[in-house]
Every structure is written in structure tokens, then in C-alpha cells.
């Protein structure tokens, strides 16, 4: 499938490119952005626009405003981070249409970027509003996409405004869409998916797609227990495993669909059993059939490790998504940490492809100290997931290129 990037909106001197980008950044309550990786990751499809000669105009949501607007998720927050990644003075606007809107355009110096107020002060952002939307690209001569993140819904900025102005992919929506199809649809064989959670029912459409699509799936974190269940296991219950008693049955046909796809399912061996969920409570290795009562499951334990990591030395790709244990408590992240790191080194070493995504994942893999080694990964939490689920996103189908 090809998709339309900027190199196919042609020559932009003098044109407005109005970007979508995706600035919705967490922050403490004094207003101070506490992680940049969003606005560092928007930086190079501004500078490349800005290099082509356009007039950039960033648009994006931040927060949950509800359709009016507070102070507490203006993006007049960002735009001091945002001027600080670029180098270059970034003007902020207290409205994303209308005249203020015009003039300021209008006033652009070259080596000035506009930032816009945040598009979820209005309720026609989020209904898709196409009327909405055409008031939004007035200013614009072309409409750049860079959002991969909110991909999976269809707001009018994602949907509607590509219609109205010839659009493209930015470079991080067109890397994302990359790494993910290299990852998941078109992948070097053997692939491996690792997915953790608490529950199996907030994982069900992924994993009835990925025993469809890969080789070897581990399924790890809470939902295991259920899987473990399934298979016998005589130390799994509901007092202290996170088992989902009415997806047992769930659980029982992915297992019957991963054998029929010969699809291999990795679960624990072994378990960490603490005596309460607190960092460094007082903890041992259990076998799935012998688990003390009381106290909880927070991690897996070395024998499942060592499996898992032997397995990887057989793979060529990895996809990623969510934790093996409670890797917010130490010593409870040291499966995720030992299984990452090991998949970091064969990246290094070119023996794997790793793509991983997701809110925990990219959490975990930062506090296993891989965030830079692994193939790639992904600033979207919902868009990730929904792409492995297998379905189609509406801000990427809208950036295809015509048949």
C-alpha cells in the first residue's frame, strides 16, 4: 500500500502548511511539560516543511477540554517547549479558526511557526464536523498529517481536513506506518509478539489477531493467569491471580486458534508471588501449580525468562506490547528488564527487528534502559494497538495514494 508523503505535495515556497501533529504531552500542575518526546518527534516534518519554503501552522489536540475551553489544556502551555526543540519562535494563537486565526497567518515572518489553540475546544473536532473542518484549513494551502497517534479515530482534523486541501503524511506518521507494517504485515519470519496485561478482556481483539499472524506469541502480566488456568494449572484462582473467570472459555478457543495456525504460545513457567503489590515486598519464584494463598502475582520468574529469550534467539522480528510483570515496582520489572535487554542486544547486533508501542510498553522499555536500542517505537497508544488488532485506521486510509 503506498501513501502520500510530502515530497508529493511538490513545490510548497510560499504556501501555508497547516500540520497536524500530536502535542498532547503529560504535565505536572504547574503548567511544565514533563516529557518532550512528542514535540521532539514533530520537530523534523516542521523543519523539512519550513526547508521547502512553507509557512508552518501547528494544529493538534491536548487534554480532555470537552468542547470548551480552560486554562489547564490550553496549548499555550507547549508552545515554549515547542520553540525551545525548533530553535525557531513559535507564535501562539488563542483559537483554532476564524479571523485571529487569518491575521496571524497573514503577519508570519519565514522563520516563525504558528502554533494554534487546542482543536478539542470545539465539539465539531471530535464529531468529524465537516463544515468545522473547512473553516479550520482555510488559511492552508496544504494539510500535512503527522498525528499517528489519534489515526484510529475519526476526528476533523484526521478525516475531514485531508479532503479539503491536497495532504500528505508527515515524516513520523510515514515512519510509524513503516515500522508497523514491516513489523506486523510484512514481517522476516520467524516473528514473535510479546503481550502483557492485567486482563484478557481488554486484549481479546489483539490476541485473536495475532494468533492469525505470528509464529510465537508470549502472553504474560495478569491475563496469563487465565491462559494458565485454561491449561490446568492447580495454583491459579481468583484469590490472587488476576483470573478472569468468565474468559475462560475465551481463552480456551484462542489457545484451540493458535494451534490451529500453528502459532506457538509462550506462558509462564514460573511466577513471582509477593506477599502484597508494594516495591520490594517480600517475594519468591512459584511453580503454577503450588502458589502460596493470599498475597498476589507480580512478575514472572527465571525459568520463564530463559525460555522466552531462547525463543527470541530464534525469531527476526519482535512486536511489543505491554509489560511481563508489575514493572513499576522494583524488584517486580525484572522479567520485562532481563527479556528486553536481551532483545536489545540481537537488535544491535542485526539479528532482530524490535517494534514495540504503547503508554506501559514504552515505560517499561525506558526503565529497562532500551528505549534507544529497539528498531523503533511507537508514540501511539490506541492507533498501536488497534493496528495490531488488524484494523484500519481512518487517518492513515485517508492518506493513501489513489489506485
Known amino acids: 500500500m503506498e501513501y502520500r508523503t510530502i515530497e508529493d505535495l511538490g513545490n510548497l515556497n510560499g504556501k501555508v502548511a497547516m500540520l497536524r501533529a500530536d502535542l498532547n ?9 514533563t516529557n518532550t518526546a512528542r514535540i521532539d518527534r514533530t520537530v523534523p516534518t516542521i523543519k523539512t516543511l519550513m526547508q521547502k519554503g ?30 525551545k526543540a525548533l530553535g525557531n519562535k513559535v507564535v501562539f494563537v488563542d483559537d483554532c479558526i476564524g479571523e485571529k486565526v487569518a491575521d496571524a497567518v497573514k503577519n ?16 465539531e473536532e471530535k464529531k468529524g464536523n465537516e463544515a468545522w473542518a473547512a473553516e479550520l484549513v482555510k488559511p492552508a494551502d496544504v494539510y500535512v498529517s503527522d498525528a499517528f497517534s489519534t489515526a484510529h479515530r475519526a476526528h476533523a482534523s484526521m478525516v475531514a481536513a485531508p479532503k479539503l486541501r491536497p495532504s500528505a503524511m508527515g515524516l513520523l506518521m510515514a515512519e ?3 515500522a508497523l507494517t514491516t ?39 495478569g491475563m496469563a493467569h487465565t491462559f494458565l488456568k485454561v491449561k490446568g494449572a492447580a495454583g491459579i484462582n481468583t484469590e490472587n491471580s488476576l483470573v478472569q473467570m468468565d474468559m475462560l472459555d475465551t481463552a480456551k478457543q484462542i489457545l484451540e486458534t493458535a494451534k490451529a495456525n500453528n502459532c506457538e504460545v509462550l506462558l509462564p513457567l514460573d511466577l513471582v508471588w509477593a506477599k502484597e503489590f508494594a516495591a520490594h515486598a517480600e517475594h519468591q519464584t512459584v511453580d503454577p501449580d503450588n502458589i502460596p494463598s493470599g498475597g498476589t502475582l507480580l512478575d514472572v520468574g527465571e525459568k520463564t525468562i530463559a525460555h522466552i529469550n531462547a525463543k527470541l534467539d530464534e525469531c527476526k522480528t519482535v ?13 517486580f520489572d525484572n522479567a520485562t528488564n532481563k527479556v528486553a535487554q536481551h532483545a536489545a542486544e540481537l537488535t544491535v547486533a542485526g539479528k ?16 529497562a534502559g532500551v528505549a534507544d536500542k529497539f528498531s523503533y517505537i511507537s508514540t501511539a497508544g490506541g492507533a498501536f494497538l488497534e493496528w495490531m488488532e488488524g484494523k484500519e485506521l481512518p487517518g492513515v486510509i485517508i492518506m493513501r495514494k489513489a489506485a
Open 54 to 83: 512553507a509557512k508552518v501552522v501547528v494544529i493538534s489536540h491536548f487534554g480532555r477540554p470537552e468542547g470548551k475551553g480552560d486554562v489547564k489544556n490550553s496549548l499555550s502551555h507547549v508552545a515554549p517547549e515547542l520553540e
Open 352 to 367: 532482530l527487528t524490535t517494534v514495540a508501542g504503547g503508554g506501559d510498553t514504552v515505560s517499561a522499555l525506558a526503565n
Open 319 to 331: 512486536v511489543w506490547n505491554g509489560p511481563l510483570g508489575a514493572f513499576e515496582l522494583k524488584p
Open 108 to 123: 508570519m515572518k519565514a522563520d516563525e511557526v504558528l502554533l494554534l489553540e487546542n482543536l478539542r475546544y470545539y465539539d
Open 25 to 33: 504531552v503529560p504535565m505536572d500542575e504547574n503548567f511544565h511539560v
Open 176 to 178: 510509524e506506518v513503516n
Open 183 to 221: 513489523g506486523l504485515n510484512n514481517p522476516k519470519r520467524p516473528l514473535m509478539a510479546v503481550v502483557g496485561g492485567s486482563k484478557v478482556s481488554t486484549k481479546l481483539d489483539l490476541l485473536n489477531n495475532l494468533v492469525k499472524k505470528v509464529d510465537k506469541l508470549v502472553i504474560a502480566g
